[in-house]
Structure formats: C-alpha cells, structure tokens
C-alpha cells in the first residue's frame, strides 16, 4: 500500500537535496544555472567573483517547510546579491590629506551603492526540471506515473 505521506516527505528530502547541490555549483559557474554573472566592475584578486571567503556559501541552507524546501542564509547581505538592489555601506570618519597639504576630517556617513544582481538560489527553469526529475525519480520507485498518484 502507498504511503502517500512518505512519499511526500521522501520527495521534499530529495529536492532539498538536489536544489541544494545545484544551488553550491552555481558559484562554481559563476552563474545562475547558465545565466551568467556580471562581471567585477574591479577585478581586485581577492578570491573568485561572489566567494572571498565563502561565508555566503556556507552559510545557505535549504530546508523542508511545510509543502516545500526553503532557502535561506545567516549572511545578511545574500539576499542584496542574489537578487541586486540599492545597499548603503558605511565609511568611518577618518582624515585626509589635501593636494595643497591640507589635513582635513571627513566625517562617518554612508555610501550608496547599486549591485547588480548575481542570482544562485531561485526558481527558474533549471529548477522546476530538477523538481520534475526528482518527482519522476520517486514516483518510479512505486511503480507509479503521476496521474495514477493524483488519482490515489
């Protein structure tokens, strides 16, 4: 007999895991499946674009929530290269030297800058193919197609 919620868990379990791995490579890529990242607007070496010191990498998780698998990441600022947007980054007040010899204190404020967006996590249509790969995969192990398991 078919354990409908078995087979629910087991296909959860299997999409965070493959969306997971998949997700990891994306760095590997340099892309979002094959949509390729912007690149540097300098290109300073200080590690591979999007890992410097791999925090943002390690620090995403999928997991199982509900009817689905959720993404998310201790770091703050995935979200702002995963999808691009407007980020403010602050400079400390600190003294500067005029061309004429001038010492001069700039005061702590705030910078505004623009990052374009270098998706990893996301849906698109790599994803809903893993999604429909791992379906295919667990239904198989039942011997079952989807329409006799929407029928049960």
């Known amino acids: 007999m078919l354990d409908s919620n078995k087979l629910k868990a087991d296909i959860l379990s299997d999409m965070r895991v493959e969306l997971s791995d ?3 490579r994306n760095f590997e890529r340099k892309a ?3 949509d390729k990242w912007k690149p540097r607007a300098h290109d300073y070496p200080r590690g ?5 010191t791999g925090a943002m990498r390690r620090s995403t998780q999928g997991e199982v929530s509900g009817d689905g698998v959720r993404f998310t990441s201790s ?3 995935t979200t702002l290269h995963n999808e691009g947007g407007t980020g403010y980054k602050p400079v400390k007040a600190h003294t ?10 700039v005061r702590a404020h705030k910078r505004k800058f623009n990052m374009p ?11 809903q193919r893993i999604i429909r ?3 295919d995969d667990n239904l198989k192990h039942f011997n079952l197609s989807l329409t006799d398991f929407i029928r049960q």
């Open 22 to 24: 998949e997700f990891d």
């Open 96 to 105: 500067r030297r005029s061309q004429k010899g001038k010492v001069y204190t």
């Open 32 to 34: 979002f499946f094959s």
């Open 117 to 127: 967006q270098r998706q990893f996590i996301g849906d698109g249509p790599e994803t």
């Open 133 to 135: 790969g791992v379906i």
């Open 48 to 52: 591979s674009l999007l890992i410097v």
């Open 75 to 77: 770091e703050p600022y």
